[in-house]
């Protein structure tokens, strides 16, 4: 079955580490893929985007995403995090259907 | 450029009741696809709309309907509410191209009591 999965459902990291959030997908070809922030009482923010080529996805905010073929991945990764960044995170898989599969998501917190 | 837009932005029904939520897509855009994101969870797809038309469904019963105006505007209507129906619902706009990103509005935040 298709899927998308996010194995963490809270992190907890401190102002100015490094963090990555998980994302695999099991779907028979590559999906196009895609993060979402979400702060609270907010819609969804799209932060970057996968669709062919570079498997380094640079996006908004100073993120990046890696895409794995391999390991069916596509790991969020920002090299200091900022406390503004505290929000959930879902990551989604597009295909044909044209509409958007979404993972569980992952809370971040951000410690002073 | 306003965005996607929603209204209401809150909304409480007892079950039992029919509720019809509203979205205006950003503008250029003519898809308008809905989604129900229940606490805690990813957001699930309900249904696309595209030239007026319900052009996807996702994993929703048929108390679950929607329209698309001429001017691209959409509106969710639920008909017999169920306590489950508590979710935060989210329109999200887009031209019809494969991979184009879907532009999402605040939601509407229903609750059955």
């Known amino acids: 079955a298709q899927s998308v999965t996010q194995p963490d459902i809270h992190i907890t990291v401190s102002e100015g580490a490094s963090l990555e959030l998980r994302c695999n997908y099991s779907?028979?070809?590559?999906?196009?893929l895609f993060w979402y922030v979400q702060s609270p009482g907010q819609g969804l923010q799209l932060l970057l985007k996968y669709f062919s080529g570079d498997t380094l996805v640079q996006g908004i905010k100073g993120f990046e995403a890696e895409f794995k073929r391999s390991q069916s991945s596509f790991n969020l990764r920002k090299p200091s995090v900022h406390w503004s960044d505290a929000a959930e995170y879902f990551c989604?898989?597009?295909?044909?259907?044209?509409?958007?599969?979404f993972g569980t998501g992952t809370r971040l917190t951000v410690i002073p | 450029d306003a965005g996607v837009t929603q209204s209401p932005t809150h909304l409480i029904k007892t079950r039992g009741q029919q509720v019809t939520l509203r979205c205006s897509p950003k503008s250029g855009h003519d898809t308008v696809s809905w989604y129900q994101q229940a606490l805690g969870q990813g957001p699930q797809f309900i249904f696309q709309y595209y030239e007026e038309e319900e052009r996807q469904r996702g994993n929703f019963p048929d108390r679950f309907s929607g329209h698309q105006f001429p001017n691209y505007s959409s509106e969710l209507n639920v008909n017999a509410l169920l306590l489950g129906d508590s979710a935060l619902y989210l329109c999200a706009s887009s031209p019809l191209h494969w991979g184009d990103e879907q532009f999402f509005g605040p939601g509407t935040r229903l609750t059955v009591l």
């Open positions: 989604a898989a597009q295909t044909g259907a044209n509409n958007l599969f």
């Open positions: 779907y028979g070809a590559t999906p196009y």
